[in-house]
């Protein structure tokens, strides 16, 4: 009940396509949804989160779409561009201390 | 100015060695982590610290033990170690409450010989 499953495990997208990567959760009790954002030889950086109490949220090329009854969120980013390529982590928390990480999605923006 | 440090970067060692991580956080947070990521990116949390005091301890072997000297510092010392030990090991921080926002440092890279 802890777990949160990404998907797919690698994407591929050509430049100014849209990419996305999808979270399932099933513990209700989550209340903060991350994504993070990490290049080769980085560690991951906090790129946009949610709280289930709003159903989008948007940050530049950067979209989460929260659907809370199906317990899934997911990642799009506009415009894809090269830049864009790194590895991309959902999470989900319910406390202070610790965040429930997916599994991990390889996206490679082709220009 | 760096906010999450860590030393060394790359550590490469033979089976059976002791060594050791260093993690500083010049963020005033009260919270900070060690995770590990294997070589299929899968981050996996092994300890927790809040205000110096152990809070998540996952299932780690004994030959992992942390030290938190004080709130901005947070180390690892890695006992006898294994091939399977090489991973790149992150050290990360957050200030708590409503902010859940973790603040990775670069990681080390520890490879086992």
Redesign the interface.
């Known amino acids: 009940q802890q777990q949160v499953k990404q998907s797919p495990q690698s994407l591929i997208v050509q430049k100014g396509g849209i990419s996305i990567i999808n979270c399932a959760y099933e513990n209700t009790a989550f209340d903060y949804f991350p994504w993070y954002q990490q290049f080769p030889g980085k560690g991951p950086a906090l790129l946009i989160a949610i709280r289930p109490d709003v159903s989008e949220k948007k940050e530049g090329r950067f979209t989460i779409s929260f659907n809370k009854s199906a317990k899934q969120f997911s990642l799009h980013i506009m415009d894809s561009q090269p830049g864009d390529s790194a590895t991309y982590f959902c999470a989900a928390s319910m406390d202070d201390y610790q965040l429930i990480w997916g599994a991990g999605t390889k996206l490679i923006i082709k220009p | 100015d760096t906010a ?1 440090s860590q030393t060394p970067k790359y550590l490469v060692t033979q089976m059976g060695n002791d060594k050791s991580i260093k993690c500083e956080q010049n963020l005033g947070h009260d ?1 900070m982590y060690w995770y590990k990521q294997d070589s ?4 996996k ?1 092994m300890f ?1 610290y ?1 205000n110096k005091e152990l ?2 301890n996952e299932t780690v072997p004994n030959r992992f033990s942390p030290k938190s000297p004080d709130k901005a510092h947070l180390n690892l010392h890695i006992n006898s170690l294994e091939l399977g030990d090489s991973a790149v090991y ?1 050290c ?1 921080s ?1 200030q ?2 409503l902010d ?8 080390t890279r520890l490879t086992v010989t």
């Open positions: 999450v919270t299929k990116k899968f981050l949390i927790s809040n809070i998540i992150f990360a957050s708590g409450g859940y926002e973790q603040y990775f440092g670069p990681g």
